[in-house]
């Protein structure tokens, strides 16, 4: 199998020790990760965790960096209680198990999540924020759903459909330099199309030298010389976050 086959696959390598500082609960029949911050405020973000699933590390860690930033902020099992990819599967099973975890079949759930935040939360203004797989979920949804008010997609795009740069509200593309799963070739095809089609804002930034999953690490996990630029993607990521959901 090429990187064209397995779009998401990066090895995580090893990770330290994460306990998150929100709770888990379920809503429906969702189980869900959420974080408030020290302060009342109606406004929220949804956090689309990538193969390795609503409870890795990584995503906790995000998630609650999100809220200290002032959003509640939740992450949904969107694998729906089915098992995410680990560290000890093989890559030539990913093609089967991504079969039935297709990133492109989100919107009933973030719609539920929708739902909860506006009425459990008070939320008025909802943003969403993916890595990999959940980029891709980001990526579908921001062509789909107008009351998301601003997306931000991590490495992670839709490839095969003309009709993926006609976004509904800003979006931000998050991309590492030597992401060995989406080559620059296509971040520039995507920016071109972005120009020519897309009608609302949006921003495509590359972060030199940056692996897959660059922006989600945690400092200790990352080598000294890439931290800037973790850093700088997780300000950038804020940023986009205040301007558009935050106002």
Known sequence: MTSNDLPFQ???????????????IQIEHIKAYICQPDYNTNKAVILVHDIYGWQFPDIRYITDILA????????PDYFLGKAPWKTTDHWQDFGDWLKDRDPMK???TTAIVMKYL????????????????????????MLKNPELKAGVSAYGIIRNSEERYDL???TFFVFGGKDHTISLDQVTLLEQKLKEYCRVSYKVKVYPGQVHG????KPEDMK?????YMEEARMDII???NRYVMV
């Open 214 to 217: 660059f922006a989600q690490y």
């Open 168 to 170: 509904l509200n800003p």
């Open 239 to 241: 940023d986009w976050m």
């Open 106 to 108: 989100v919107d009933r």
């Open 224 to 228: 000294p010389e890439d931290v800037p």
């Open 118 to 141: 506006k009425e459990q939360q008070h939320a008025v203004k909802i943003g969403i924020v993916g890595f990999s797989w959940g980029g891709m979920a980001v990526h579908h949804l």
């Open 10 to 24: 990066y090895d995580v390598g090893r990770r330290s020790n994460y306990v998150g500082s929100g709770t888990e």
């Open 68 to 75: 200290a930033n002032g959003y509640i902020t939740i992450c």
